[in-house]
């Protein structure tokens, strides 16, 4: 009887504290996402705009590279055999054509080497290495913002996060302690906010600034590969050397070979007396 009676006593303790339960938990429903976004003022809305924008940009550079780094566009398919073929048969305006009808940064460096072919082929050398470090830095350029993005993003977020923990501070030491452990944990998690955004926008725009990096060099190794078959036929190809034509009237100078005497010293010219006047006839010698 006793045992039934304190049952029956816990049964009507947690009917009475069921409803009690059920009106609290509907009383605090967890908050949305866009209640926690918006949850930091206007400084932390000003802050998720800037990194939205800068999100928006990643995006943009992204798309930009996946259009720009492809095969086709770097290295188009025939050009670099065209070249050769041509080079071959001693057709320099050909393949200077067949760079021309294909735009890309093959055709930029084969140009440049073309450029110098009656120079040798250490000049041809020179002008393909240069090209190919001028496409690489130009294709990096614009990679390059990506990694700005990434590495601004997170002290953007930052900010957001340490002016939330001062306002959230200024609370405490304006109601001088009266603020709970619950309030300054709401204007912490609203600060976080910001630093979470940020990490969303960063950790993304380094991963493809890595991508698209490790991309235009194995691109560019291979720019300088085909340039460098193209344009072979140049460094077997004789180059003719010829040797300035001598002055007029300059004597020449160096040791006498065989076929070319040496001339020989003038006789030295006499001259008269400087008593005998022209048109006397000349002294009979005198009998010693």
């Known amino acids: 009887m006793i045992v039934s009676?304190?049952?029956?006593?816990?049964?009507?303790?947690?009917?009475?504290?069921?409803?009690?339960?059920n009106g609290e938990s509907a009383g605090t429903q967890p908050a949305s996402m866009m209640d926690i976004l918006f949850s930091g003022g206007i400084v932390g809305v000003v802050i998720l705009m800037v990194l939205l924008a800068l999100s928006i940009a990643?995006?943009?550079?992204?798309?930009?590279?996946?259009?720009?780094?492809?095969?086709?566009?770097?290295?188009?398919?025939?050009?670099?055999?065209?070249?050769?073929?041509?080079?071959?048969?001693?057709?320099?305006?050909?393949a200077d054509a067949a760079c021309r009808r294909s735009p890309s940064v093959l055709s930029v460096v084969l140009l440049s080497g073309l450029a110098e072919m009656d120079l040798g082929w250490r000049e041809v050398e020179?002008?393909?290495?240069?090209?190919?470090?001028?496409?690489?830095?130009?294709?990096?350029r614009r990679i390059e913002y990506l990694s700005v993005i990434g590495n601004i993003a997170?002290?953007?977020?930052?900010?957001?996060?340490?002016?939330?923990?001062?306002?959230?501070?200024?609370?405490?030491?304006?109601?001088?302690?009266?603020?709970?452990?619950?309030?300054?944990?709401e204007g912490i998690y609203q600060a976080l906010v910001t630093t979470v955004g940020g990490l969303v926008v960063a950790i993304p725009a380094l991963a493809a600034f890595a991508i698209c990096r490790n991309r235009v060099d194995s691109l560019i190794a291979e720019v300088a590969h085909q340039a460098g078959h193209a344009l072979t036929p140049i460094k077997r190809r004789p180059v003719a050397r010829t040797r300035p034509p001598a002055k007029a009237g300059s004597p020449k100078t160096g040791s006498p070979k065989a076929?070319?005497?040496?001339?020989?010293?003038?006789?030295?010219?006499?001259r008269p007396p400087e008593n005998v006047k022209p048109?006397?006839?000349?002294?009979?010698?005198?009998?010693?």
Do not use: C
């Not at 290295?75 to 050769?84: F, H």
């Open 126 to 140: 020179k002008a393909v290495e240069d090209s190919l470090a001028e496409q690489a830095a130009r294709l990096m």
């Open 154 to 185: 997170p002290m953007v977020g930052l900010l957001g996060t340490v002016t939330g923990m001062i306002f959230a501070f200024q609370q405490v030491a304006t109601t001088r302690g009266a603020a709970g452990a619950g309030d300054l944990a």
């Open 58 to 94: 990643a995006a943009y550079l992204v798309f930009d590279q996946v259009m720009t780094l492809r095969r086709r566009e770097v290295i188009p398919e025939g050009v670099s055999d065209t070249v050769r073929q041509a080079l071959l048969t001693a057709r320099q305006a050909e």
């Open 259 to 270: 076929g070319n005497p040496k001339p020989m010293n003038p006789a030295p010219e006499v």
């Open 279 to 288: 048109g006397t006839p000349p002294a009979p010698p005198k009998n010693e």
């Open 5 to 21: 009676r304190m049952m029956h006593s816990g049964l009507m303790v947690l009917a009475q504290s069921a409803p009690a339960a």
